[in-house]
């Protein structure tokens, strides 16, 4: 079982809808928690939990400048984790298209009967 001072797999911290709106909010500019939140129906320290979970997962950084802190994301680790993905489904397409093409190759088999050359 994970330790909490274990880091925080991408793909697990983007499981949460709020998180991933908040990661697309914080892909085009720099926003304070101030900012986040109020685009939220939750409080600001329940946003400051889920910046810290992206935060722990790579996902985003975090500046302070004076006492705000403002968040913006990390495109260089959204493009591991993209690379992963297309990785994955392009292995698991192949193996669709694999499967899928037996599979039609069967029916065809069994439409047609099997072939007796006459004499």
Same mark, same amino acid.
């Given at each position: 079982m994970p330790t909490y001072s274990q880091k925080i797999d991408g793909f697990a911290a983007l499981g949460e809808p709020r998180r991933r709106e908040i990661?697309?909010?914080v892909s085009s500019k720099e926003l304070s928690v101030g900012d986040?939140?109020?685009r939220f129906d939750v409080t600001r320290?329940?946003?400051s939990q889920h910046l810290r979970v992206l935060k722990e997962a790579g996902l985003v950084t975090e500046r302070r400048d004076g006492t705000k802190r403002l968040y913006r994301a990390r495109p260089e680790t959204i493009a591991? %984790?993209?690379a992963s993905l297309e990785v994955f489904w392009s =292995?698991? %397409?192949r193996t669709l298209k694999t499967a899928a093409e037996? =599979?039609?190759q069967q029916r065809r088999s069994r439409?047609?009967?099997p072939r007796h050359e006459s004499h």
């Open positions: 990661l697309r909010l986040i939140a109020r320290p329940a946003i591991q %984790l993209w =292995e698991s %397409l037996y =599979e039609e439409r047609h009967g």
